[in-house]
T-cell receptor, first 113, second 113 residues
């Protein structure tokens, strides 16, 4: 069956450290993968998009990798800050289905000062 | 630039009642999405419009849910009759095209008693 899974446990890290979140999928062949941030009571906010032919994408303190062989994406936040505390969602494009996104369940990140 | 607007923000109804949600996407965005997000889960796509045509409604429970996007701009999502398991946040999102980043509204939190 098709599945998309993120770290099920909440991630707690110390301010200044690098947070690494995992997104694994099975039985999909996505053309691209997106990462979103969601704060309590708000809608998701787009962060990064990485395509199947890209290994890595960076934006300020954020870095995303995409390994289509391992069927995995890693999302890194370097020099983390308490303001980075939120739930992070990965979403993959269901290939050739009009851009339909399938979301993971999200990983809650807590950055302690 | 104004974001995606949704109303109401909160709604409490009894089971078997009907309810309607409204969404105004970002101006110029051709693609509009309705998602259902149950607590602790990622958003699940209910229906996707391209202008005023339906691209995907495969996960819309059509016996009780309906959606329309008149004139390719605003959209309404209706549930009739509501069930207890419909309690969730209903998110509206829009994008320039079907393979672009999505911009989400704040959502409508529905509680069915």
């Amino acid at each position: 069956s098709q599945k998309i899974e993120q770290n099920s446990e909440a991630l707690n890290i110390q301010e200044g450290k690098t947070a690494t979140l995992t997104c694994n999928y099975t039985n999909y062949s996505p053309a691209y993968l997106q990462w979103y941030r969601q704060d309590p009571g708000r809608g998701p906010v787009f962060l990064l998009l990485i395509r199947e032919n890209e290994k890595e994408k960076r934006k300020e303190r954020l870095k995303v990798t995409f390994d289509t062989t391992l069927k995995q994406s890693l999302f890194h936040i370097t020099a983390s800050q308490p303001a980075d505390s939120a739930t992070y969602l990965c979403a993959l494009d269901k290939n050739n289905q009009g851009g339909k996104l399938i979301f993971g369940q999200g990983t809650e990140l807590s950055v302690k000062p | 630039e104004a974001g995606v607007a949704q109303s109401p923000r909160y709604k409490i109804i009894e089971k078997r009642q009907s309810v309607a949600f409204w969404c105004n996407p970002i101006s110029g965005h051709a693609t509009l999405y309705w998602y259902q997000q149950i607590l602790g889960q990622g958003p699940k796509l209910l229906i996707q419009f391209q202008n005023n045509g339906v691209v995907d409604d495969s996960q819309l429970p059509k016996d009780r849910f309906s959606a329309e996007r008149l004139k390719g701009v605003d959209s309404t999502l209706k549930i009739q009759p509501a069930k207890l398991e419909d309690s969730a946040v209903y998110l509206c999102a829009s994008s320039l095209g079907s393979h672009n980043e999505q911009f989400f509204g704040p959502g409508t939190r529905l509680t069915v008693l």
